[in-house]
């Protein structure tokens, strides 16, 4: 089982719409959850991080935490064709360690 | 102003041969990573230094030696280049605060053998 699992996709959302992706992890002991968003030949940049069970929102942007069920989502409001890139979702169980899932690449259609 | 920069961007490379890449980071960071992000986007942990000091080693083939002189660098050596060793490579540096450690990666390097 890998430590950090996402649904590779494609996923394609009509702009406009809410695009809803999820990520599974496998250690218990994990801390702090990351959502990355990668364009294509570039870096992954930070869009969010979650600690607590629960939402967090940022703008057009909400994470969503499940410690018992070892759940993170990320939900996209009004999706833009800007936001049409790779998600990652990372998971750290301490500081010198943050292990990736694989990643889902989101389209958004016009 | 590059907060995370790493050199090359580019590396081509002959089967067999040693190569470099060298990693530096801006931002006072006292943890510093190597990953391997595979055709599929798998993006891999290899190495994690806390404060020149290996703390993560994931069973990477030993042709790969991460070597850090001091908290702002971590260079990454590559013996004997191997057809799979093709791949880009991202350094990484972060900081715990808040109990929360992000990371900021360079631009990375993307390396072919043939």
């Known amino acids: 089982q890998k430590e950090v699992e996402q649904n590779s996709g494609p996923l394609s959302v009509p702009e406009g719409a809410i695009a809803s992706l999820n990520c599974t992890y496998s250690d218990r002991g994990s801390q702090s959850f990351f959502w990355y968003r990668q364009y294509s030949g570039k870096s992954p940049e930070l869009i969010m991080f979650i600690y607590s069970n629960g939402d967090k929102e940022d703008g057009r942007f909400t994470a969503q935490l499940n410690k018992a069920s070892q759940y993170v989502s990320l939900l996209i409001r009004d999706s833009q064709p800007s936001d049409s890139a790779t998600y990652l979702c990372a998971v750290s169980s301490s500081a010198s360690k943050i292990i990736f899932g694989s990643g889902t690449r989101l389209s958004i259609r016009p | 102003d590059t907060a995370v920069s790493q050199t090359p961007k580019y590396l081509v490379t002959q089967m067999g041969n040693d190569k470099s890449i060298k990693c530096e980071q801006n931002?006072?960071?006292?943890?510093m990573y190597w990953y391997k992000q595979d055709s599929k986007k798998f993006l891999k942990i290899m190495f994690s230094?806390?404060?020149?000091?290996?703390?993560i080693n994931e069973t990477v083939p030993n042709r790969f030696s991460p070597k850090s002189p001091d908290k702002a660098h971590l260079n990454l050596h590559i013996n004997s280049l191997e057809l799979g060793d093709s791949a880009v490579y991202f350094c990484?540096?972060?900081?715990?605060?808040?109990?929360?450690?992000?990371?900021?990666f360079g631009q990375g390097t993307r390396l072919t053998v043939v």
């Open positions: 230094y806390n404060n020149k000091e290996l703390i």
């Open positions: 990484a540096s972060s900081q715990v605060v808040n109990f929360v450690s992000e990371a900021f």
């Open positions: 931002l006072g960071h006292d943890t």
